[in-house]
């Protein structure tokens, strides 16, 4: 069983910064995309950012030019560098790992972490 484990979020004043990191454990062959979700208080959840297995990545707009996504493949482990933090970035934090096998022929399968609270206090 494949599980995914945030950590690094908190509480944290505009303009400050916080990194999170996610790792993926358990029987993994490979995974392709791996991403940052933020649902906010009452709303749907929203893709943040995105990261490739070749480490292509993509943005939400909002977060464009403030927020980094990186990733450890070795490591099978995720990574959100936010930066210039807004009161509007605020919300709980999900990964998402997409397309992981297990084992090299077995059926791919998305699976998502427990979710970490980000607070930004203006």
């Known amino acids: 069983q494949v599980q995914l484990v945030e950590s690094g979020g908190g509480l944290v004043q505009a303009g400050g910064s916080l990194r999170l990191s996610c790792a993926a454990s358990?029987?993994?062959?490979?995974?392709?995309?791996m991403g940052w979700y933020n649902q906010a208080p009452g709303k749907q959840r929203e893709l943040v950012a995105v990261?490739?297995?070749?480490?292509?990545?993509n943005y939400a707009d909002s977060v464009k030019g403030r927020f980094t996504i990186s990733r450890d493949n070795a490591k099978n482990t995720v990574y959100l560098q936010m930066n210039r933090l807004k009161p509007e970035d605020t919300g709980v934090y999900y990964c998402?790992?997409?397309?992981?096998?297990?084992?090299?022929?077995?059926?791919?399968?998305?699976?998502w972490g427990q979710g970490t609270q980000v607070t930004v206090s203006s």
């Open positions: 998402n790992a997409e397309g992981v096998r297990e084992f090299r022929f077995t059926t791919p399968r998305d699976y």
């Open positions: 358990g029987s993994i062959f490979s995974i392709n995309d």
């Open positions: 990261i490739t297995r070749g480490g292509r990545t």
